[in-house]
C-alpha cells in the first residue's frame, strides 16, 4: 500500500504519478509490468509492488524509483523510448527536472557517505530509520541495508526544524561510534549542513545528544596544539602560541590561549605548563589527549616528542612522545592554499585506508632514495593518487635531500612523512618505520609511542629517542591559507 507520508494526495510523489498516467506506455498493467521488466533489466531487481489499480501500481513504481538517485533518471529515459514525442512526456519530464533541481547534495558527496559506511555492521538500522522518518515514513524490509535507508530518507520533507533527514540519520549512525569513524560521519555532515544554510539547526541537533554531564565520552580525542617559530632579529628568540579543544561533536572550533616568547629552554618550560593545564582541566572527562606542535620547515627537525611533559617531578621525566600521542605538523602548507585540494584528496585515501586495516596500505608508501631522485619523487606523487606517506632518506635539518623531499610531499598533499633526526639509512630505523606505517593492531600514533616507550626503557641509541613523524590533517587548521598570521580564537 502506499504510504500517505511519503506520497499520497498531495504528497511530493503526487505530481509525478498524475502526469505519468497520461502516458500510452503505461495505460494498461501489462504496460507497467514490461515497464518494471525493463527498469529490472537496468537497475537490477526493484521491489514494485503490482496493483490492478493505475494510481496504486504507478505510485509504487515511483516511490521505488526515487529511492534510487539514478531511478527517476531511468524511469525517463525507458518511457521516452517508449512514448517518444507524445506531449505528455514533456510533462513529466518538467516534473522530473524539477525534483532533480532540489538534489540535497552532489553524487559524490553521497558515495563518499557510503564509503565510509561500507563494511559496517549496524544491528539498530530499521528501528534508527522508523525512528528519523516518523510515523509516516515508508516501510522498509527487514532486512534493510543502510544505503536504502539513506536513499528512502532523501524523499522525505525535513523535520520541524528544516535539517534534512538523511542529515539527522548520519548523525545518529556518528553517535557512539569508534571515534575515527565518527569523526569523518560529522564532517560528512557539516559539509552538507554549510551547503545548505542549516549548521545551527545542526548544531541544535548534537547538543540535543549530548547526556549530562555534559562534555564528551572517556576516551574521546582532545587536541593541545602547540605552534613554534622563531623571532627577533638574530632568530635567537621563539614564539609560542597554543590552542586547544576538548569536544570535536560539532566541529573543529579551537580555542587560542595567550601567546609566549622565550629562550629555547623557557619554551619548554611553557610548553610543560600547558600541558598539564590541560590534563587538571580535562582530567573528569578523561579524554584522549593528543599533542601536535606546527612547524616552519626550518624546525621541522627538533625534538620536541622528548621534551618532559610535566614542568618538575621527583621521578625520571617522562617525555611528551612517550605519554601522548604527539605529531609534528607543517605551517608552510597550512598556510599555502592551493597546495590544499591534493591535501584534502589524500587524506581521505588515508583515512579510508585506516578505517579498513588500520595501517598504510604497502603500495600507498612511499620512500625516497635520495640523490638525484628529487625529480623522480615528484613525479611519482602526480602518477600516483594514492601515494600517502613518505619515509625520507635523510634529515630535514641541514641535509638538502631531507629539506627538498619534505617540500616535494608538502606540496604533493602527502600527510604523512617518517624520518630519523640524524640517520635514515639505517636498517633499524627503515624497520621501525615499516612497522609504524603498516603494523598491526593499534593505530599509526599510538605504534609510534610504542616504539619511543621501548626506546626510554632501552639503550640510549635506539631508534625511538630521534623518530619523527610528520601527521597532518587538512580538516584542522589553526592557521588559515594565504594569511600567515595565526587567527584570533574561535570559541
Not at 515511483?62 to 525517463?76: I, K, N, T, Y
Not at 525512528?131 to 525535513?158: D, K, S
Not at 612523512?417 to 627503515?430: K, T
Request: proline residues 6%.
Amino acid at each position: 500500500m502506499a504510504s500517505s507520508g511519503a506520497g499520497g494526495v498531495g504528497g511530493p510523489l503526487w505530481p509525478l504519478v498524475r502526469a505519468l498516467q497520461d502516458l500510452p506506455c503505461l495505460a494498461s498493467q501489462q504496460d507497467r509490468n514490461f515497464v518494471v521488466r525493463l527498469l529490472n533489466d537496468r537497475l537490477g531487481h526493484l521491489p514494485i509492488e503490482e496493483s490492478a489499480r493505475v494510481e496504486q501500481h504507478l505510485f509504487n513504481i515511483v516511490e521505488v524509483c526515487e529511492r534510487r538517485s539514478d531511478g527517476l533518471a531511468a524511469l525517463l529515459e525507458i518511457i521516452g523510448e517508449l512514448d517518444k514525442g507524445t506531449i505528455y512526456l514533456r510533462e513529466v519530464e518538467r516534473i522530473v527536472a524539477e525534483r532533480d533541481a532540489d538534489v540535497l547534495w552532489p553524487e559524490e558527496e553521497r558515495e563518499r557517505l557510503f564509503g565510509l559506511l561500507s563494511g559496517m555492521i549496524f544491528k539498530d538500522l530499521v528501528e534508527l530509520y522508523h525512528q528519523v522518518a516518523g510515523a509516516n515514513g515508508p516501510e522498509l524490509p527487514a532486512e534493510t541495508t543502510y544505503r536504502e535507508v539513506f536513499l528512502t530518507l532523501e524523499t522525505l520533507n525535513a523535520d520541524a526544524t528544516g535539517l534534512p533527514k538523511p542529515i539527522v540519520f548520519v548523525e545518529y549512525l556518528a553517535h557512539g561510534r569508534r571515534p575515527e569513524l565518527s569523526t569523518e560521519l560529522r564532517r560528512w555532515s557539516d559539509r552538507q549542513a554549510s551547503r545548505l544554510s542549516v549548521i545551527t539547526e545542526l548544531q541544535a541537533l548534537r547538543r540535543a545528544f549530548r547526556a549530562p554531564p555534559p562534555g564528551p565520552a572517556p576516551n574521546e580525542p582532545a587536541y593541545l596544539v602547540l605552534l613554534l617559530r622563531r623571532v627577533g632579529l638574530a632568530g635567537e628568540l621563539y614564539q609560542l602560541d597554543h590552542w586547544s579543544q576538548i569536544d570535536l561533536s560539532e566541529g573543529w572550533h579551537p580555542k587560542r590561549g595567550t601567546d609566549f616568547t622565550g629562550t629555547l629552554d623557557e619554551v619548554k618550560r611553557q610548553v610543560a605548563v600547558l600541558i598539564e593545564e590541560v590534563e587538571t582541566k580535562w582530567a573528569k572527562y578523561q579524554p584522549d589527549i593528543r599533542i601536535e606542535v606546527v612547524l616552519s620547515s626550518e624546525l621541522l627537525n627538533l625534538d620536541i616528542d622528548q621534551w618532559s611533559w610535566e614542568v618538575e617531578s621527583m621521578l625520571p621525566p617522562v617525555p611528551i612522545g612517550c605519554r601522548y600521542s604527539f605529531a609534528i605538523r607543517s605551517l608552510e602548507r597550512m598556510q599555502t592554499g592551493h597546495w590544499h585540494r591534493h591535501w584534502h584528496a589524500r587524506w581521505s585515501v588515508l583515512t579510508g585506508q585506516l578505517q579498513l586495516y588500520g595501517a598504510v596500505d604497502e603500495d600507498s608508501a612511499q620512500h625516497s632514495e635520495g640523490g638525484d631522485g628529487i625529480r623522480r619523487l615528484v613525479a611519482d606523487f602526480e602518477n600516483n593518487a594514492k601515494l600517502v606517506s613518505l619515509t625520507l632518506s635523510a634529515p630535514p635539518d641541514g641535509s638538502e635531500a631531507g629539506g627538498a623531499e619534505v617540500a616535494v610531499g608538502l606540496r604533493a598533499g602527502v600527510p604523512i612523512m617518517v624520518w630519523h633526526r640524524e640517520h635514515c639509512d639505517s636498517e633499524e630505523f627503515l624497520a621501525a618505520a615499516r612497522e609504524v606505517l603498516h603494523g598491526d593492531g593499534a593505530g599509526v600514533l599510538e605504534r609510534v609511542k610504542q616504539v619511543r616507550n621501548t626506546a626510554y626503557k632501552s639503550h640510549a641509541g635506539h631508534v625511538g629517542h630521534c623518530l619523527a613523524l610528520l601527521w597532518d590533517d587538512p580538516m584542522r587548521l589553526v592557521v588559515p591559507p594565504d594569511l600567515g598570521a595565526p587567527r584570533e580564537a574561535v570559541a
